[in-house]
């Protein structure tokens, strides 16, 4: 049987393009005694890819030159000689940009596990997932909303911003969000909830946070960093909590350039800021994910997905993260489970 890769075969300098993986095709590996080997079905796309495609120092390890890209996926086990895991069972595990992948069960960046059967299919790579674990933990455990805050989310409309908002909502908060450009910032207002929205690409950051939040923001959810986090530090509140996710605006940056300006309104208001991996909570992600499924049910969270199909369209999905091109969570088809 053929399989088709995608393999990292160059760094990314200063930017992300598609010319920094090469397309492979080899015969699949016959497994050996303790494997399985699983289809691929959804590939998930996170902006930490970027992350992972440098040689700086992470939280893991750098895909290595000429190893498959890797990726969290939704997959099905075609073959198995596994004790766990049988022919059939869907499963979620880091798989990569491939068609068909072995696996031991044990090695990866994410150890193999079953998915629930009561949940679609694609929920375990976003809102029943990461996505939601990071909006959930990060508001929750970083950011300890309460009832009045005033909430500031940058990346207000990507999949991890639109559950932090809604979240915040829920709690009792009045949220402001940005994100590129005006159809985002409506769906924020008048299908999301969110108390005011705004342009970051057309209007003045410091100018909406004076009108929006004229008495500071009490927690800064922050996913974008560079400018919005300087500015955003204009405007905190006493005993403000800024929350660190991620910086997608630093993509293609050295860390070395990479700058934080006003931060004395820290001392000055006695502010923290705290950055987190969504991971170092996963003991907790069951009731999290059960507070988040019964949200959904009673309507009270929206979540939303952009799927792409084709796995020779991989490279120009992940590009979509970096243009704002993506309405929701970042999701590429390769195909159904049999
Ligand atoms: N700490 C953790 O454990 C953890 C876990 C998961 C994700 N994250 C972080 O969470 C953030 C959001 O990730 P996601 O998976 O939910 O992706 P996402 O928000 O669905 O997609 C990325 C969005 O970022 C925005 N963006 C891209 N380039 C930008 C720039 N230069 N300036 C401002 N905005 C830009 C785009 O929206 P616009 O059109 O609005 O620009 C784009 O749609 C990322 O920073 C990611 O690294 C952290």
């Known amino acids: 049987m053929n399989n088709k890769q995608w393999i990292l075969s160059k760094r990314p300098v200063n930017k992300l393009s598609s010319n920094n993986f090469d397309w492979v095709e080899s015969e699949v590996e016959v497994i050996k005694d303790g494997e399985f080997l699983v289809k691929n079905l959804f590939l998930s796309f996170d902006p930490a890819q970027y992350d992972w495609m440098q040689e700086t120092e992470s939280y893991v390890e750098p895909v290595k030159i000429g190893e498959v890209m890797r990726a969290v996926s939704v997959a099905q086990v075609i073959e198995s000689n596994h004790d766990k895991f049988k022919k059939g069972d869907i499963l979620q595990g880091s798989f990569g940009w491939q068609e068909y992948a072995v696996s031991d069960g044990k090695s ?56 932090v908002g809604q979240i915040a909502k829920i709690m009792g908060c009045r949220v402001i969000g940005t994100a590129g450009g005006s159809e985002k910032c409506k769906w924020l207002t008048r299908e999301l909830g969110f108390d005011a929205a705004i342009d970051y690409k057309s209007e003045d950051l410091n100018s909406a946070l004076k009108k929006h939040c004229p008495n500071g923001v009490n927690i800064v959810f922050d996913n974008v960093g560079g400018e ?69 049910n009673e309507g009270k969270l929206i979540y939303r997905e952009d799927i792409v199909e084709g796995l020779e369209n991989a490279p120009s999905t992940l590009l979509r993260l970096f243009s704002g091109k993506n309405r929701g969570k970042q999701l590429l088809k390769l195909a159904d489970p049999e």
């Open 108 to 163: 990866g960046y994410m150890r193999p596990f079953r998915i629930p059967r009561d949940v679609p299919i694609t929920a375990p790579l976003g809102i029943l997932g990461n996505t939601g674990l990071t909006a959930y933990f990060g508001l929750i455990k970083v950011g300890k909303p309460k009832q009045g805050d005033v909430v500031l989310v940058s990346g207000a409309a990507g999949s991890t911003g639109s559950v």
């Open 228 to 296: 919005f986090l300087s500015e955003s530090l204009l405007h905190i509140a006493e005993k403000a909590r800024i929350v660190l996710c991620g910086a997608i605006s630093s993509v293609g940056k050295a860390q070395s350039s990479i700058s934080i300006s006003n931060y004395m309104s820290l001392v000055i208001k006695r502010a923290k800021m705290e950055g987190f991996i969504s991971m170092d909570f996963i003991q907790d992600a069951p009731p999290a994910i059960d507070k988040i499924k019964n949200w959904i």
